[in-house]
Nanobody
C-alpha cells in the first residue's frame, strides 16, 4: 500500500510564493514519477509538473519559469516551489505518483487548496 501526504497549500496574494510538499510512504519502486496536478472549479484536471527518479522534469507551459519541481529520493518526497503566483493558479493541487516501470500503478493524494487573491 502506498500513501501520499501533502502539505503546504494556503492563501497568498498575487505575486507571492508557496511551497508544496508530498511525502510517499509504503512500497515505493526504485523507478517512479512524482508530480502535481491541479483542478480549478469547472476545469479539467491538468498536469502542473512531474519529476522522475532520474530527475527528468516536465512542466505545463503556464507555469514554466515560475514553478520549480524537485525531489529527495531518499525521503520519497517531492516539492513544488511556486513563485510569482497568479489568480489563475488557484486550484486544488494533488500529488501524483506513478510507481514502477514495467508494472505501473498510479496513486493520488487527497489534494491541497491553493488560493491566489488578486
Amino acid at each position: 500500500q502506498v500513501q501520499l501526504m501533502e502539505s503546504g497549500g494556503g492563501l497568498v496574494q498575487t505575486g507571492g510564493s508557496l511551497r508544496l510538499s508530498c511525502a510517499a510512504s509504503g512500497s515505493i519502486s526504485a523507478f517512479n514519477v512524482m508530480g502535481w496536478y491541479r483542478q480549478a472549479p469547472g476545469n479539467q484536471r491538468e498536469s502542473v509538473a512531474t519529476i522522475s527518479t532520474t530527475v527528468s522534469t516536465n512542466y505545463a507551459d503556464s507555469v514554466k519559469g515560475r514553478f520549480t519541481i524537485s525531489r529527495d529520493n531518499a525521503k520519497n518526497t517531492v516539492y513544488l516551489q511556486m513563485n510569482s503566483l497568479k489568480p489563475e493558479d488557484t486550484a486544488v493541487y494533488s500529488c501524483y505518483l506513478k510507481n514502477g516501470r514495467v508494472v505501473v500503478r498510479e496513486y493520488w493524494g487527497q489534494g491541497t487548496q491553493v488560493t491566489v487573491s488578486s
